[in-house]
């Protein structure tokens, strides 16, 4: 079936503009991440969905940084008055991982391509 | 919260050498510990995995360990391959409150001389 999806794969702004960033999980999947990976960096997590709800959202930088998730499937993260220093790529991961028990193979992160966000 | 460190930080092998990551973490309520390989430009994507109640794990040339007592896991890989040239991601997993956590480690940039 078909994967993890974002859009777009490339945005370019300005300093100070808002931006959207969107995610489609495999159907199905209830767990939903967000993380952000600089050049040559690790990956670091920025908000987990369960559902439409947030139990973690620990890892987003700042109040700028916004996330939500609808319908248990798409979700967008919204960066407000974007920063050089927002430049990154913006990846999404989704799992099956069930309320209240994984099991062998349920809670693998399955990631999206990313989207490659460049504030000029 | 959960800790985990990845070393090293880059590796170079030859072509049909092994090559061995190690991690640790701080939480012993951890039981899933997944590897990941990011291709250059390319999403990361599992290409092994291992839980609590297992100490090896093995597939094809790639094989995980894992020791709960001292609290690390290692990924190997034997014969490597040129293909073989990735940045590998740990990561620890648990369940908190229903719901899972994943800390991931700072990866290591693995290069194949051929």
């Known amino acids: 079936g078909a994967g993890v999806s974002q859009s777009p794969s490339n945005k370019v702004t300005e300093k100070g503009k808002d931006v959207e960033l969107r995610c489609d999980p495999i159907?199905?999947?209830?767990?939903l991440y967000w993380y952000r990976q600089s050049l040559g960096q690790g990956l670091e997590f920025l908000i987990y969905?369960?559902?439409?709800?947030?139990?973690?959202k620990s890892g987003l930088p700042s109040d700028r940084f916004s996330a939500e998730r609808t319908g248990g499937s798409v979700s967008t993260l919204t960066i407000q008055r974007t920063q050089q220093e927002d430049s990154a790529v913006y990846l999404c991961?989704?799992?099956?991982?069930?309320?209240?028990?994984?099991?062998?193979?349920?809670?693998?992160?399955?990631f999206g391509p990313g989207t490659r966000l460049t504030v000029l | 919260g959960e800790n985990v460190e990845q070393h090293p930080s880059t590796l170079s092998v030859q072509e049909g050498d092994s090559a061995v990551i190690k991690c640790t973490y701080s939480?012993?309520?951890?039981?899933?510990f997944p590897w990941y390989k990011q291709e250059l430009g390319k999403r990361p994507q599992l290409i092994i995995d291992?839980?609590?109640?297992?100490g090896e794990k093995k597939d094809q040339r790639i094989a995980v360990t894992l020791n709960k007592t001292a609290k690390h896991f290692s990924l190997h890989i034997t014969e490597t391959q040129p293909e073989d040239s990735a940045v590998y991601f740990c990561?620890?997993?648990?369940?908190?409150?229903?719901?899972?956590?994943?800390?991931f480690g700072t990866g290591t940039k693995l290069q194949v001389i051929p």
């Open positions: 991961a989704s799992s099956l991982a069930p309320r209240g028990g994984g099991g062998r193979g349920l809670d693998t992160q399955y």
């Open positions: 159907s199905g999947h209830t767990a």
């Open positions: 969905f369960q559902g439409n709800s947030a139990p973690d």
């Open positions: 939480d012993s309520a951890s039981n899933y």
């Open positions: 291992i839980r609590s109640n297992v």
């Open positions: 990561a620890a997993s648990k369940r908190s409150g229903g719901y899972q956590k994943v800390t």
